[in-house]
């Protein structure tokens, strides 16, 4: 174990990693896994309650995925996807078109969720470009969303501590507040809620849809900012606005695809259809890299046409549709039927709430919120001002750390202690994680 971190520190660079704490929290070398097990080399397990960073979907080292993976090896691993095609990628292409929201019948693959976003925005100012208006050109973005990490998507996330160093490099988005339900930017509580900040997005797009080219936004739940869970009617009165002001909505589900929030895609709790829909990090299973950007046939027919009337779209990388990882994700979606993964979101969302009522009197826990299989606690100094912690305490960290102790994996975001569980996860595996969360999470 020594011998591996050593080798790791002196080389590596890690993501989302001041690298002075490896000092004295060295990354954990993990040699095996199974199920919802991480395993190290000193025979020590970790609950992967994050589901790696809220890509696995049923579970590690899982016999089907991996049979189809080698299948695909064994006739060959990547050919360029420009003048060449293959079946993993056509296969996915019709289950995509089948499984997603009605009406996004084209799919342009990638490889990760940052990309997908970055596709998504570009074809959004192309297609008004296409159409003539090339004044669209503007995202509208929730002021705490996360969309990614390359300059597009930081763009359109939230200003912050993961966007400020490179705000010189961004380009100018329009943001709306956040309908982040416990710190209410309208100053409502819940029973008197009227989706007042349906509004100020309103109000933006009154006032400037001839500039917008499109409204982004992940549905239902938003991850990075915080796990900010809000109701499906914003959602719906979104997409409401969007058609009324004629921009498109773009559906960053890269972390809400795949069934975590207990529908296949998040949307359908609101039963709308975006223009644009982003998908990864679930779309594998976990796997392999692999992202898609989905669209209408009205937007991918405006980009049709004779080369030189310009409406080709540029863009594209080198691993797009990778065979093998759309052989992984074929089989991962197979899963959901074979194993009724849907249903098991049911039974875990259950229990998830139960547990998050049982921290939710702790004197430094301010909200619990849940959906699907996805479950926050925040962190807060005073329950009654909602005041939080100093970030310098570092209290959900010190929560993390606790929780190695007791072999669960509760990396947290800032002071928000949350799970994003793998959709296998069993009834005794989830009462074992209970168990230890509760004596994890103590300040
Ligand atoms: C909603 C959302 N969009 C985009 C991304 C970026 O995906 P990736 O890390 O694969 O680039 C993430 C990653 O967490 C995400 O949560």
Same mark, same amino acid.
């Given at each position: ?71 695909? /090896?064994?006739?060959? $691993?990547? @050919? *360029?996807?420009?003048?060449? +095609?293959?079946?993993? %990628?056509?296969? =996915?292409?019709?289950? &995509? ?100 900040? /349906?509004?100020?997005? $309103?109000? @933006? *797009?009154?006032?400037?849809? +001839?500039?917008?080219? %499109?409204?982004? =936004?992940?549905?239902? &739940? ?119 993964? =849907? ?101």
């Amino acid at each position: 174990m020594k011998e591996l971190v050593k080798r790791d520190l002196d080389k590596i660079w890690h993501p989302y990693t001041q690298m002075k704490d490896c000092e004295d929290m060295p990354p954990v070398p993990i040699v095996k896994a199974e199920g919802i097990k991480l395993y190290d080399n000193t025979g020590n397990f970790y609950y992967d309650t994050i589901s790696s960073w809220w890509c696995n979907v049923h579970g590690h080292n899982h016999p089907y995925i991996k049979k189809a993976i080698k299948k695909q /090896l064994d006739l060959f $691993e990547h @050919v *360029l996807f420009a003048g060449f +095609t293959h079946e993993p %990628a056509i296969e =996915l292409a019709e289950r &995509l078109v089948k499984i997603t929201p009605p009406g996004l019948d084209r799919v342009f693959f990638s490889d990760n969720g940052s990309t997908a976003v970055e596709v998504a925005m570009k074809m959004s100012v192309q297609y008004w470009r296409n159409n003539g208006k090339k004044d669209k050109t503007k995202i509208v973005a929730l002021d705490k969303a996360y969309h990614g990490d390359t300059v597009g998507a930081m763009s359109v996330s939230a200003k912050g501590a993961y966007t400020e160093q490179f705000s010189s490099m961004l380009f100018d988005t329009m943001r709306v507040p956040t309908p982040y339900c416990y710190r209410c930017p309208a100053g409502k509580t819940k029973g008197e809620c009227g989706t007042e900040c /349906l509004s100020m997005l $309103e109000s @933006v *797009l009154k006032q400037s849809s +001839t500039e917008i080219a %499109a409204v982004i =936004l992940e549905p239902v &739940l938003m991850g990075a900012g915080g796990m900010i869970i809000y109701p499906a009617e914003y959602l719906k009165g979104a997409k409401s606005l969007t058609e009324k002001y004629d921009v498109h909505l773009i559906a960053d589900e890269v972390a809400t695809g795949f069934g975590r929030t207990g529908k296949m895609f998040a949307c359908e709790h609101a039963g709308i259809s975006p223009d644009i829909m982003c998908i990864s990090k679930g779309i594998t299973s976990g796997y392999l890299p692999l992202a898609a950007t989905m669209v209408t046939q009205e937007i991918f027919d405006s980009f049709y046409g004779p080369v030189n009337e310009k409406k080709t779209f540029y863009h594209g990388h080198t691993y797009t549709a990778n065979p093998v990882a759309c052989a992984a994700a074929n089989a991962s979606i197979e899963l959901f039927e074979k194993e009724n993964t =849907l249903k098991n979101v049911e039974n875990i969302h259950s229990r998830l709430e139960e547990f998050l009522g049982t921290v939710s009197g702790l004197p430094f826990v301010g909200d619990t919120r849940s959906v699907g299989a996805v479950g926050a606690i925040e962190l807060v100094k005073d329950k009654t001002t909602k005041e939080p912690f100093p970030v310098e305490e570092r209290n959900g960290l010190k929560i993390y750390k606790q929780g190695l102790k007791h072999n669960i994996l509760l990396r947290p975001l800032g002071d928000i202690i949350y799970f994003f569980l793998p959709l296998c996860v069993s009834n005794e595996e989830l009462d074992d994680i209970f168990k230890k969360a509760q004596k994890s999470i103590i300040l």
